[in-house]
């Protein structure tokens, strides 16, 4: 994994100026505010998620939105990865769409936010 990650930062190093602050700003675009938790077998509801979570979730859809586009084109993994973190950067992409799915369903069951003690 640290090999991958290694090999994905020299590609956008080769092409962008500030290859940390692309990351980060990846990052900070695809980390989720809320998630949805199950109250016993009936209701979804929202919660907060914790920063180190957010962090945690959003490098993790990154990595499985490069598999997933890895798969489809059948490319190189680090090609993929780059091409994931771009288009988190740019607020779209596989990763960005399932964190806009997400909060869809946290609004949509809002409703159900008392339920969150249980």
């Not at 994994?1 to 090999?7: D, E, K, N, P, V």
């Not at 190093?13 to 990052?27: G, H, N, P, Q, S």
């Not at 505010?33 to 509801?45: E, N, P």
Request: proline share 3%; with cysteine; aromatic share 10%.
């Amino acid at each position: 994994m640290g090999a991958l990650f290694s090999q994905t930062c020299h590609r956008p190093a080769r092409t962008e100026r500030d290859v940390i602050k692309l990351i980060v700003d990846a990052i900070e675009n695809i980390q989720p505010v809320v998630k949805v938790g199950v109250a016993g077998t009936l209701y979804d509801v929202p919660g907060i998620v914790a920063r180190d979570r957010q962090q945690t979730l959003a490098i993790r859809w990154i990595m499985f939105a490069a598999f997933k586009r890895r798969i489809s084109y059948r490319i190189s993994l680090e090609k993929c990865s780059f091409a994931e973190i771009l288009d988190a950067y740019r607020k779209r992409g596989i990763a960005r769409q399932r964190r806009e799915n997400l909060h869809g369903l946290a609004s949509t069951n809002r409703s159900f936010a008392h339920f969150r003690w249980w």
